[in-house]
């Protein structure tokens, strides 16, 4: 969906760097979901954030990666010192505070890892 | 346990002919929802379609219909009439707990690779 924009589209990066990719939710929404999708899976959940709060991490990586959704901006996903297992595509994904029975997702960044 | 099961990884069907991908899901929850996202190559992901588990109706939305049987736990996404356009992967993907409870945290199957011939 259109309304969920991320940013970058593609990251190239190589080993040891530090890869910041970028989610602006739709318009209205105040929930923020980041997915990671490796090579021919499907998409795992990584976090979950609502402005300034972290709610649900349980599914990121113990090191390097962390996230925020700050009261002002994108989101941010951070990948620090990254390897090339981190090379898949992550999807932001957002909705309002109430039930619509729908989570809008964005076009995905790529991240490859040299 | 798999949570979700997609066992056709790819699936051919001639244009303008229907066809069901099959989707099975594993889950102690009373309260869930079942989803159905289109992943063309692009990478987009576009939602299709959804299903509460207290739903008493099959979901529709234009030429998508789940085909909802919950006993024995299968989410078959049924699209009529396929187009071209319709190529692409098609996830499954279920959210366990009430729909209301905050965390939207969804687990997806692997996917099934839909070829539609002209």
């Known amino acids: 969906n259109a309304g969920v924009m991320q940013n970058p589209r593609h990251l190239v990066r190589r080993r040891g760097q530090e890869a910041r990719l970028r989610c602006s939710p739709m318009k209205g929404h105040s929930h923020v979901y980041w997915y990671r999708q490796l090579p021919e899976e499907g998409l795992k959940f990584m976090v979950y954030l609502q402005k300034e709060n972290i709610i649900d991490e349980s599914g990121m990586p113990k090191e390097r990666f962390s996230a925020e959704f700050p009261k002002e901006g994108p989101s941010i996903l951070r990948i620090q010192q990254v390897v090339r297992g981190d090379s898949a595509a992550y999807f932001c994904a957002s909705k309002s505070g109430s039930d619509t029975g729908e989570l809008f997702f964005g076009e995905g960044s790529r991240l490859t890892v040299l | ?118």
């Open chain 2, 1 to 118: 346990a798999q949570k979700i099961t997609q066992t056709q990884p790819g699936m051919f069907v001639q244009e303008k002919e229907a066809v069901t991908l099959d989707c099975t899901y594993d889950t102690s929850d009373q309260s869930y929802g079942l989803f159905w996202y289109k992943q063309p190559s692009s990478g987009e992901m576009i939602f299709l379609i959804y299903q509460g588990s207290y739903d008493e109706q099959n979901a529709t939305e234009g030429r998508y219909s789940l085909n909802f049987q919950k006993a024995r736990k299968s989410a078959n996404l049924v699209i009529s009439a396929s187009q071209l356009g319709d190529s692409a992967m098609y996830f499954c993907a279920m959210r366990e707990g009430p729909s209301g409870a905050g965390s939207y945290q969804l687990t997806f199957g692997k996917g099934t690779k839909l070829s539609v011939i002209p």
